[in-house]
């Protein structure tokens, strides 16, 4: 009932503000509790079931069902916010709250649902209005809806959503069906466009305009893509001084590499590696493109971290040391030719059999060539691409191919082309039956 109030507390709801909010508008409302109080068919005792099982799922760790989705059924451990469920949750009330106003006397019996809503909607209005009596402060729009407290929300929407029942209400006393239905279907629209309004300069729109933003993201960004400098990791991160609003993976507008970007989605092996914060630690000392001076095998978690007296320390399993042979030399030299997206170059020279270490993620797709010729990389520190070199000049290439993806689109592009050329076919067969005598 008050949305308002879902973006104005987030650790009490303990979810992000764009996902707490389960508002339908007040006609599907009352239209859900007019189903409650009917009776129901079969189906629509399976919908219901449905709808109380998503929301439960929604709660996360509040209750056992997203755990037991999340461990049992494929696929849906692939997203982080339990709150997901919500949408499926809305849509199950949408589809009984139609079930209800199908019916041939729905709107004669929606005044004691909208008298339930109203009368909740008046206590909390008065309630939280009179409770926060001294604290109101009427500033301009977006910053009083950014500054105002989760009970002066409750209040505040109390009061717009107490007026839209009043309407509704008086909208009931309206003979003609169509004129009804029309006054109905108009008031619940705007319910919800205020709603989202009211929500707009929290989770959408800043103080700042858009073209003062574009001006000074322009004259900061960098439009190519540099080659980036080899050095330390941990020098290489997504803050800095930056444009107002932007406050994450900012390294992203300077086309930079950073050890701790933000990402919703993580690779198990890099939750290992961050996860394990002595080996952390340790290897983002290193620069994002080095040559082992060490290797060391582990068999066990987590790995044991090398004495700091070693230096350029890479950690392999145990199984597969023997492919990183090394004997470190003083005179091996890296040079970074190209980085750009998909793509990585690299000339190198070794004195000695050498092991190269590029701190990407492995991931199926990419692939790597020594001099034209394909090589396997080793995964070390659970998660970075370590090859074997051989002495002598190479030129090495990691290249980033996703073929599933393309051909995924490619289906997709397909699809949708015989689907449009499909419908219109239809529609225009259909128009041409029409037109003939009868």
Same mark, same amino acid.
């Given at each position: 009932?008050?949305?308002?109030?879902?973006?104005?507390?987030?650790?009490?709801?303990?979810?992000?503000?764009?996902?707490?909010?389960?508002? %339908?508008?007040?006609?599907?409302?009352?239209?859900?509790?007019?189903?409650?109080?009917?009776?129901? $068919?079969?189906?629509?005792?399976?919908?219901?079931?449905?709808?109380?099982?998503?929301?439960?799922?929604?709660?996360?760790?509040?209750?056992?069902?997203?755990?037991?989705?999340?461990?049992?059924?494929?696929?849906?451990?692939?997203?982080?916010?339990?709150?997901?469920?919500?949408?499926?949750?809305?849509?199950?009330?949408?589809?009984? $709250?139609?079930?209800?106003?199908?019916?041939?006397? =729905?709107?004669?019996?929606?005044?004691?649902?909208?008298?339930?809503?109203?009368?909740?909607?008046?206590?909390?209005?008065?309630?939280?209005?009179?409770?926060?009596?001294?604290?109101?402060?009427?500033?301009?729009?977006?910053?009083?809806?950014?500054?105002?407290?989760?009970?002066?929300?409750?209040?505040?929407?109390?009061?717009?959503?107490?007026?839209?029942?009043?309407?509704?209400?008086?909208?009931?006393?309206?003979?003609?069906?169509?004129?009804?239905?029309?006054?109905?279907?108009?008031?619940?629209?705007?319910?919800?466009? %205020?709603? *989202?309004?009211?929500?707009?300069?929290?989770? %959408?729109?800043?103080?700042?305009?858009?073209?003062?933003?574009?001006?000074?993201?322009?004259?900061?960004?960098?439009?190519?893509?540099?080659? @980036?400098?080899?050095? @330390?990791?941990?020098?290489?991160?997504?803050?800095?001084?930056?444009?107002?609003?932007?406050?994450?993976?900012?390294?992203?507008?300077?086309? &930079?590499?950073?050890?701790?970007?933000?990402?919703?989605? &993580?690779?198990?092996?890099?939750?290992?590696?961050?996860?394990?914060?002595?080996?952390? &630690?340790?290897?983002?000392?290193?620069?994002?493109?080095?040559?082992?001076?060490?290797?060391?095998?582990?068999?066990?978690?987590?790995?044991?971290?090398?004495?700091?007296?070693?230096?350029?320390?890479?950690?392999?399993?145990?199984?597969?040391?023997?492919?990183?042979?090394?004997?470190? =030399?003083?005179?091996?030299?890296?040079?970074?030719?190209?980085?750009?997206?998909?793509?990585?170059?690299?000339? =190198?020279?070794?004195?000695?059999?050498?092991?190269?270490?590029?701190?990407? &993620?492995?991931?199926?797709?990419?692939?790597?060539?020594?001099?034209?010729?394909?090589?396997?990389?080793? %995964?070390?520190?659970?998660?970075?691409?370590?090859?074997?070199? *051989?002495?002598?000049?190479?030129?090495?290439?990691?290249?980033?191919?996703?073929?599933?993806?393309?051909?995924?689109?490619?289906?997709?592009?397909?699809?949708?082309?015989?689907?449009?050329?499909?419908?219109?076919? *239809?529609?225009?067969?259909?128009?041409?039956?029409?037109?003939?005598?009868?």
């Amino acid at each position: 009932m008050f949305p308002l109030a879902s973006a104005r507390d987030s650790e009490f709801f303990g979810t992000d503000i764009s996902m707490s909010s389960v508002f %339908v508008g007040m006609l599907p409302l009352a239209g859900f509790i007019l189903f409650i109080i009917r009776p129901k $068919s079969r189906s629509a005792w399976l919908i219901l079931a449905a709808t109380i099982v998503m929301l439960f799922a929604s709660f996360g760790s509040y209750t056992p069902v997203f755990g037991w989705f999340y461990k049992t059924f494929p696929m849906l451990d692939l997203f982080r916010f339990p709150s997901v469920y919500r949408l499926f949750f809305i849509t199950g009330i949408l589809l009984l $709250s139609g079930i209800a106003l199908s019916a041939p006397d =729905a709107f004669s019996r929606l005044k004691l649902p909208f008298a339930t809503l109203g009368g909740i909607a008046a206590v909390a209005t008065i309630f939280f209005w009179l409770k926060n009596t001294n604290e109101w402060n009427f500033k301009p729009w977006h910053d009083a809806v950014n500054n105002i407290s989760f009970t002066q929300a409750i209040a505040f929407q109390g009061f717009i959503q107490l007026l839209f029942i009043v309407m509704m209400l008086l909208a009931l006393l309206i003979k003609d069906r169509t004129k009804l239905l029309m006054a109905m279907i108009t008031l619940s629209a705007v319910n919800v466009i %205020v709603a *989202a309004q009211l929500n707009i300069p929290v989770t %959408v729109t800043y103080n700042l305009k858009t073209s003062e933003v574009a001006k000074e993201v322009k004259e900061k960004a960098v439009a190519d893509f540099p080659v @980036p400098e080899v050095r @330390p990791v941990v020098l290489n991160n997504d803050s800095g001084g930056w444009v107002s609003p932007f406050w994450r993976n900012l390294n992203l507008f300077k086309k &930079q590499p950073a050890w701790d970007g933000y990402n919703s989605f &993580q690779l198990k092996n890099y939750v290992r590696f961050v996860d394990d914060e002595s080996l952390r &630690q340790r290897q983002i000392s290193n620069n994002w493109i080095y040559f082992a001076d060490t290797v060391i095998a582990y068999s066990e978690e987590p790995i044991i971290v090398a004495p700091a007296s070693l230096h350029n320390v890479c950690y392999v399993p145990a199984n597969e040391k023997d492919l990183l042979n090394i004997q470190p =030399a003083s005179g091996n030299s890296i040079s970074v030719k190209t980085f750009i997206p998909g793509k990585i170059i690299v000339e =190198a020279k070794t004195e000695t059999s050498s092991a190269l270490t590029l701190m990407q &993620q492995h991931y199926h797709g990419w692939k790597i060539y020594d001099n034209d010729k394909e090589v396997k990389p080793v %995964v070390t520190d659970y998660l970075f691409m370590t090859i074997p070199l *051989a002495q002598g000049t190479h030129k090495i290439e990691y290249r980033y191919e996703n073929k599933p993806i393309h051909n995924a689109l490619w289906l997709s592009g397909v699809t949708l082309i015989v689907l449009i050329g499909f419908s219109l076919y *239809a529609f225009f067969s259909k128009n041409k039956l029409q037109a003939l005598p009868k």
